[in-house]
């Protein structure tokens, strides 16, 4: 049978997606359930003076409403995600005293039909005396408006590596200020759950990117031991980062369950998603970047003040990651970094595709386009003079991680030669020189990233019944990876089985005992691996049942991995298959993996990307993405050019036109589809993919995560091309989304 990994399988998860078959959380409301509505703030910082609800309780189906104050004390506290970040900011479930953002659930409304919570909601009259709102970072930074009053310390979070470089040693310094803007993940499905008790069980179904990162938070919230808990994840909607763990909104429904003793059940709308769920990015960037005239940088330091929105979520802890990959794929002789999160008066920032690693890439990929225009030469002439050298590898950066392999000269030489660079650059002075309307700009973006940044903690284990049927047992939780077809696709080419007798299981947490979220690009290469040592392991502990099947010494067996057989060593003519060996068995056969990874590893690439702006209107039309991605040794190319495919077009989204935004005081001004622009196949071209393999030595599949890296890449190289092709008109620098307002306003400008 030939190998399987390596070569394009059809998603099995795809017709049912297709097809409108998927079964999500909202298909599966029982019918006996209870809706929540929540009524939340309309303000973005006010203390509560009063709270009606009596309209509210009084309407038709009304079956409870319910206050800060109503929830027991135990439940009511909503625990910060991370340790280290600043615990005296937790959040409540319902906002008790003050509100600090315009979505904050104050009430929650629980009736026998949606439409009948929906309108009782509208009945609650909440009065607020409104205090400053909070959106500018720097404010925050100073206590200009303090948001949590009786804490000395309003700071959500510090961290910081490196050394202060001495600048004045540098013949060539540049100095910016660049904003990364935040982002919603916008993920189709919006937030939805319901819960309900058996006895003094919690059965909780979510749509979540970590069934038991979920359990976690509930045992925790509600004192539960892990028997006390089952969570279910059925299809998910799609997710980014945004449903990392479960929001109070969802938290509580337990304790509304078991209040009135049925289910219940929430389903977010659109709006109430872009005020509530957490989005991403959200930092001030100061680079300054220094070296010498022949394109040699020698120092490079990175301030970050990150934008923690009201409360903290992930994103407060997002710096670090910045941190760990804020030199990219340079060799950089001195390099410093610092970071701080601060509260602002808008909704909890979480995590968005890359989560801190694109912002890092943004910050540096710009640092050297400005180095290269100071100093007069092309950016790809200054990112080959200052790349780390293949031979360095394993390397350890100044932020202490160990990069695995790389080489990224090689991965910039293939995205320029494909793309074409030097005819490119050409035209551009061809384009230039006519005076043509039509501005061509040219952007690079060489970048490495970390995946797998947790290796434990995760369930993989094999199972094979007496059928013959084989289930992969893992505790990940899909959200558009292809699971359902990678996991079966490696347990098939380890016994040498067809890929039909394979199914993948997970989704429950009574399945597995433990587990991880499935984010960070770390599935395939850690709970993959697992699959593969379950795997070997399995076919170890049947060799006694195939020897007496062959009635040889288990000595003299071997499983032939291209047959699937097992035969006594020299004599492959006698065999037997894994259909026999299962009938043999007296039971299912469960053999559970103990596999560790050997470290995080760090995927890496080129894009060039190639745009055309309207002198005259500001309009931008992105003509060619050619994109290099090295994630190692690939397992699915269908699969992993998705992910590719998926990556790019969120990081040009936020190159060109998704930002959550805020007035001055801090009113949401994104909070439908038609305020957001979520991007669309329409402002995409066909992307020009090249694969290129170098495969790491730090799990058993020599793979790297591969999700996340197409954003990492593309981000920085877009809003190279569109401020590259504006160079003509004086414009060093401007900021993201690069929409055809702002980019018109800077040509303005610059006449």
Known sequence: ?????????????????????????????????????????????????????????????????????????????????????????????????????????????????????????????????????????????????????????????????????????????????????????????????????????????????????????????????????????????????????????????????????????????????????????????????????????????????QDSGAYPLIAGFLPRMTMAMFTGVYDIGCAGYQAVSVPSSTTPNGAFRGAGRPEAASAIERAVDLFAAKIGMDPAEVRRCNFLDPEAFPHTTVSGLSYDSGDYGKALDLALEAAGYDDLRAEQAARRANGSASLLGIGLSTYVEVTATTGAGDFASVELGTDGTVKAVTSSTPHGQGHETVWPMIVAEVLGLELDRVVAVGGDTDCTPRGQVTGGSRSAQIVGSMLVDASQRLVEQVLPTAADLLEAAVSDVVHDQETGCFHVTGTPAVSVGWSAVAAALDSPLTVESDFESGGQTFPFGAHVAVVEVDAETGRTELVRVVAVDDAGTVLNPLIFDGQIHGGIAGGIAQALMEEVAYDADAIPLTTNFADYLVISAAELPSFELIRSETPTDRNLLGAKGVGESGTVGATAAVQNAVIDALSSFGISHLDMPLSPERVWKAMQDHV
Not at 184 to 197: C, K, L, M
Not at 214 to 226: E, N, Q, R, S, T
Request: aromatic letters at 6%; proline letters at 7%; glycine letters at 10%.
């Open 1 to 305: 049978m030939p190998s399987i990994l390596g070569h394009p399988v059809l998603r099995r998860e795809d017709p049912r997606f297709l097809t409108g078959q998927g079964a999500y959380v909202a298909n599966l409301i029982p019918s006996n359930a209870a809706h929540v509505v929540y009524v939340t703030s309309t303000e973005p910082h006010a203390r509560l003076l009063t709270v009606d609800v009596e309209a509210a309780a009084a309407a038709p189906g009304v079956l409870g409403v319910f206050t800060a104050a109503d929830i027991d004390p135990e439940v009511v506290v909503y625990p910060p995600p991370f340790p280290g970040m600043n615990d005296e900011m937790a959040r409540t479930m319902l906002a008790g005293e003050v509100v600090r953002y315009v979505g904050e659930p104050v009430v929650a409304v629980v009736a026998d039909d949606p439409g009948r919570a929906a309108d009782a909601a509208d009945l609650v009259a909440v009065d607020y005396e409104p205090r400053s709102p909070l959106v500018d970072l720097e404010a925050s930074l100073r206590g200009e408006v303090v948001l949590f009053e009786g804490i000395d310390d309003q700071t959500v979070y510090r961290c910081a590596v490196g050394e202060a470089p001495d600048f004045d040693a540098c013949e060539v310094v540049v100095r910016a200020r660049l904003h990364n803007q935040r982002m919603s993940a916008a993920p189709i499905e919006a937030r939805t759950g319901f819960s309900y008790w058996e006895g003094d069980r919690l059965i909780h179904h979510t749509a979540t990117q970590g069934s038991h990162n979920v359990k976690a938070a509930l045992m925790a919230i509600y004192g539960l031991d892990p028997e006390q808990v089952l969570v279910i994840t059925p299809d998910v909607g799609g997710s980014f980062g945004a449903k990392f763990r479960c929001y109070p909104e969802e938290a509580l429904l337990g304790w509304l369950a078991r209040r009135l003793g049925r289910p219940c059940a929430w389903v977010e709308t659109r709006t109430q998603s872009m005020t509530g769920l957490g989005s991403g990015r959200g930092q001030i960037q100061d680079v300054v970047v220094g070296g010498s005239r022949d394109g040699r940088i020698t120092a490079y330091q990175l301030d970050v003040i």
